[in-house]
């Protein structure tokens, strides 16, 4: 699973990106988590607010600082 | 109802003596710290709920494709509703221009936005009454769309910089909210600007106490007053830089209007530090020419400079 946060390095981009590591050792998952900075891809993506999450290609969430709990949720079964 | 209270805190309690100035410092102080941190509570709340029902992707489909005129005052009016915040500027921009939004009508909203927000609106109903806060949202709506009217005429799409990236998917928030989720979006968003801007809050109202207290009536009336023309350019000059610092300087303002400052150029001083960011043009320095950049920032200042004149005029 690849897991991309697109944001331009504001501070609720680094704390999502956070959450999101967290959320994959919580949920257990194989998953890579990426940080995505550059401008033309993260427009390439439709979205217009950031920070944004973004699992194997699809936006999920867009301008919202998801807790780890609410990214579990997204990417799979909750904890051992 | 809160002013009682606090009078018999500071003169009872406090055991304060009635008439001396430090007393009326920090009854003005307590006074008005409680009165806008409850307005403020409140309204910001009010207004995240509201905000939930909008999002930059719907309001980009609302806008594109819309004509000039009924564009730009759909453009500022969903501007002030809609949850922006600078950091996005760019992604929002892209998002408006290649979604076929006019590039006047983004400007609207991009003028919009930032200068009818709810923080600057609960402090400028606190300070100066409900009649300045709205003489305020109605001459800030005409500031953006009278802007993005005049930048949509001037033909400068191509000083926007040209990207390279694959067509924009259109993503539009799926999930559905609940009244739940609303609240607790409320709640939060409530508690992060509080949390950003209290103590630029506490520190104005001091210093507007102080300046309520110990600056002689008056004293800025030659400086700043009606008949002084170069009052208002040069306070929207001033209010560039001070981005992000609305919640302070209004109180500030407040209290130096009552020391000869006409109601005019304070306004546009306001205008200035909410709609004319630095940070905000470095930001959109990215997608925009230095020349675009310059002839937004330039309408704009002059549309802030003619609303001060104007009000200056009329509130005679």
């Known amino acids: 699973m690849k897991i991309e946060i697109l944001g331009m390095g504001c501070a609720k981009c680094k704390q999502l990106m956070a959450n999101a590591e967290k959320a994959v050792k919580d949920a257990g998952v194989q998953a890579e988590v990426v940080k995505v900075e550059d401008m033309n891809q993260i427009v390439g993506y439709g979205i217009m607010t950031t920070p944004a999450l973004v699992v194997d290609g699809k936006v999920l969430s867009a301008g919202k600082l998801l807790s780890a709990d609410e990214i579990v949720k997204f990417i799979g079964k909750k904890g051992p | 109802m809160i002013k009682p209270i606090i009078d018999w805190l500071v003169y009872e309690i406090l055991k304060m003596p009635h008439g001396a100035i430090i007393s009326e410092?920090?009854?003005?102080?307590?006074?008005?710290?409680?009165?806008?941190?409850?307005?403020?509570?409140?309204?910001?709340?009010?207004?995240?709920?509201?905000?939930?029902?909008?999002?930059?992707?719907?309001t980009r489909a609302i806008l594109s494709n819309k004509r000039t005129y009924t564009g730009n005052v759909l453009a500022s009016l969903l501007g002030i509703v809609t949850p922006f915040c600078s950091c996005s500027a760019v992604p929002?921009?892209?998002?408006?221009?290649?979604?076929?939004?006019?590039?006047?009508?983004?400007?609207?909203?991009?003028?919009?936005?930032?200068?009818?927000?709810?923080?600057?609106?609960?402090?400028?109903?606190?300070?100066?009454?409900?009649?300045?806060?709205?003489?305020?949202?109605?001459?800030?709506?005409?500031?953006?769309?009278?802007?993005?009217?005049?930048?949509?005429?001037?033909?400068?799409?191509?000083?926007?910089?040209?990207?390279?990236?694959?067509?924009?998917?259109?993503?539009?928030?799926?999930?559905?909210?609940?009244?739940k989720d609303r609240i607790d979006f409320a709640k939060e968003y409530t508690l992060d600007i509080l949390k950003k801007i209290w103590i630029y809050v506490v520190i104005g109202i001091g210093l507007g106490?102080?300046?309520?207290?110990?600056?002689?009536?008056?004293?800025?009336?030659?400086?700043?007053?009606?008949?002084?023309?170069?009052?208002?350019?040069?306070?929207?000059?001033?209010?560039?830089?001070?981005?992000?610092?609305?919640?302070?300087?209004?109180?500030?303002?407040?209290?130096?209007?009552?020391?000869?400052?006409?109601?005019?150029?304070?306004?546009?001083?306001?205008?200035?530090?909410?709609?004319?960011?630095?940070?905000?043009?470095?930001?959109?320095?990215?997608?925009?020419?230095?020349?675009?950049?310059?002839?937004?920032?330039?309408?704009?200042?002059?549309?802030?400079?003619?609303?001060g004149y104007l009000f200056n005029f009329i509130l005679r």
Not at chain 2, 28 to 49: A, C
Not at chain 2, 134 to 146: C, D, E, Q
Not at chain 2, 255 to 263: H, P, Y
Request: hydrophobic share 60%.
């Open chain 2, 25 to 58: 410092a920090v009854d003005f102080f307590l006074y008005d710290t409680i009165k806008i941190f409850l307005l403020l509570i409140v309204i910001i709340f009010i207004v995240s709920i509201i905000r939930t029902f909008f999002s930059p992707e719907k």
């Open chain 2, 209 to 307: 106490a102080w300046i309520h207290g110990y600056v002689p009536a008056d004293f800025l009336a030659k400086f700043a007053g009606r008949d002084n023309w170069f009052a208002v350019p040069l306070a929207t000059l001033v209010g560039i830089p001070l981005y992000s610092n609305a919640a302070g300087v209004i109180p500030l303002v407040s209290a130096l209007t009552e020391k000869g400052v006409a109601l005019g150029t304070a306004l546009a001083f306001m205008m200035a530090v909410t709609a004319l960011s630095l940070p905000e043009f470095l930001i959109l320095r990215r997608v925009m020419k230095l020349k675009l950049l310059v002839i937004f920032a330039s309408i704009v200042g002059i549309g802030i400079i003619m609303t």
């Open chain 2, 92 to 179: 929002l921009f892209l998002g408006f221009v290649e979604a076929g939004v006019p590039l006047g009508v983004t400007f609207s909203f991009l003028v919009a936005s930032p200068m009818i927000n709810e923080v600057a609106l609960v402090m400028l109903w606190g300070m100066f009454g409900w009649k300045v806060a709205l003489l305020y949202i109605g001459s800030g709506l005409v500031v953006a769309i009278a802007s993005g009217i005049v930048i949509g005429h001037l033909k400068v799409e191509d000083l926007v910089e040209k990207f390279d990236h694959k067509k924009p998917g259109s993503f539009i928030p799926g999930a559905v909210m609940t009244m």
